[in-house]
């Protein structure tokens, strides 16, 4: 065989197994896709398995599975792939987001708030760790550690609604109405059009005897939300 024969061939072998790799990373990023897309649960369940299978130690599989489910409601088998998912990566601070809304679904809130905790120690400036574990301290009614946690995503954004909505419940199981009715009429200056801000400053106002605000506040409910 001549040398210029056997060069050719050496290129073509290359050509080849290049193109295999460029299918072979096509149908692995549709894989991805699909086990991370949300319109369609049960094909994203069916995706990530696969994906799991083929890669037993994919975390981003086990995280975009235990979304599915959550969104099922399979809360159980969520917080299954939650745990697998921080074995594997224990600094993955998602996981510990998403497994710590899976305890404060079922109900239970000690465990909520040591995930969230979990996660503020890896990523200090996630907001929603602390919108989390302001919820769960909440719902465990303690008050002021709830308004801690909205005063520091309110540092971390001081444009950040959500904030002053949790900061607003949070004073208004306190009992400190007025508080609470400034900050729901914070979270409506930075974002009028959000409805449950009107019926949050509307349970306030009736709370506090306001009457006829409560009913002006409600009807801007029924407006924002049809």
Not at 63 to 84: C, M, T, V, W
Not at 98 to 117: I, M
Not at 184 to 207: C, F
Request: a positive charge.
């Amino acid at each position: 065989v001549r040398p210029c024969s056997i060069a050719k061939y050496k290129f073509m072998l290359r050509v080849i197994s290049f193109c295999i790799g460029l299918i072979s990373l096509s149908a692995s990023t549709w894989a991805n896709a699909d086990c991370d897309q949300v319109f369609d649960i049960d094909r994203s369940i069916r995706s990530c398995t696969k994906l799991i299978k083929q890669s037993p130690k994919h975390a981003f599989a086990y995280n975009s599975r235990a979304n599915a489910y959550a969104a099922r409601g399979e809360i159980e088998r969520a917080i299954q792939d939650y745990d697998e998912q921080i074995r594997i990566n224990p600094r993955h601070d998602y996981a510990y987001n998403g497994r710590g809304n899976a305890y404060a679904t079922l109900g239970e809130f000690d465990r909520a708030v040591q995930d969230f905790s979990s996660q503020i120690a890896i990523n200090r400036r996630h907001l929603f760790a602390y919108s989390g574990r302001g919820t769960a301290y909440v719902a465990k009614g303690e008050y002021d550690r709830a308004i801690q946690d909205c005063e520091a995503q309110i540092a971390i954004n001081p444009r950040h609604a959500y904030a002053y909505a949790g900061r607003a419940s949070a004073f208004a199981a306190k009992g400190e109405l007025d508080r609470a009715l400034q900050d729901y009429s914070k979270q409506i200056e930075i974002n009028p059009r959000h409805p449950h801000a009107y019926m949050g400053r509307a349970r306030v106002n009736l709370d506090a005897g306001h009457a006829a605000l409560a009913l002006a506040d409600a009807d801007k409910f029924l407006a924002t939300h049809p």
